[in-house]
């Protein structure tokens, strides 16, 4: 129903910004909720920042409050994640996925893309 596609992962110096962009394709890609996911090294896979299809922000994890931003450009049906003051704790492979209300398990998945903070 949806296929999701991130960009824009790479190597930044602690301080940097990087914008990650998931391009979606599909059918009703208003009735979806989008989030952003990440996975470090050793670690399990953590939401960090939701953002409604349909309007409004659904919420970020404490850790990135002040400093992620959720963007979605409707024309293009691309849902972006503005990361600034990037630390090396931020390391890891971030994903773009969606779900469909009410059910809460984000379905769809992209294949990730790497973002590296080095100190």
């Known amino acids: 129903q949806v296929q999701l596609v991130e960009s824009g992962g790479g190597l930044v110096q602690a301080g940097g910004s990087l914008r990650l962009s998931c391009a979606a394709s599909g059918r009703s890609l208003g009735s979806y909720v989008m989030g952003w996911f990440r996975q470090a090294p050793g670690k399990e896979r953590e939401f960090v920042a939701g953002?409604?299809?349909?309007?409004?922000?659904?919420g970020y994890v404490d850790s990135v409050k002040g400093r992620f931003t959720i963007f979605r450009d409707n024309a293009k049906n691309t849902v972006y994640l503005e990361m600034n003051n990037l630390k090396p704790e931020d390391t890891a492979v971030y994903y773009c996925?969606?779900?469909?209300?009410?059910?809460?398990?984000?379905?769809?998945w992209g294949q990730g893309t790497q973002v590296t903070v080095s100190s």
């Open positions: 996925a969606a779900r469909r209300p009410p059910g809460g398990i984000y379905q769809y």
């Open positions: 953002f409604s299809w349909s309007g409004g922000v659904a």
